[in-house]
């Protein structure tokens, strides 16, 4: 199984990035999709999750409004829309697969991860 994520990079708080995560080796319809973040020195987070056939959503309070997660089931492809980012956001961000709706917000129940994207907001 391979989660590989991509869209990252460096960016002026206020300013949009679009986050992708394209999986292979599973049944993607099969597993709920999320993105975590993890900031130097903090612990992982829930950022968002989308439910298997793309119609369950969930989104953490400091991203709500914000930040977008979406799924296409024919791409394998899991998507995070990120708009008026603030330095806050700096972090890695990384997509999980997990089948149980009930543990998207605890990384550590994830199935599978990947390595990772860097996004860092900063003027």
């Not at 979406?70 to 990384?94: C, F, G, H, I």
């Amino acid at each position: 199984v391979q989660l590989v994520e991509s869209g990252g990079g460096l960016v002026q708080p206020g300013g949009s990035l679009r986050l992708s995560c394209t999986a292979s080796g599973l049944t993607f319809k099969s597993y709920h999709m999320t993105w975590s973040r993890q900031a130097l020195g903090k612990e992982r987070e829930f950022v968002a999750a989308v439910g298997n056939f793309g119609i369950s959503l969930s989104h953490a309070n400091p991203v709500k409004g914000r930040f977008t997660i979406s799924r296409d089931n024919a791409k394998n492809t899991v998507y995070l829309q990120m708009d008026s980012l603030k330095p806050e956001d700096t972090a890695v961000y990384y997509c999980g697969a997990v089948r149980q709706w009930s543990d998207i917000r605890n990384p550590k129940n994830y199935d599978y991860w990947g390595l990772g994207t860097q996004v860092a907001v900063s003027s």
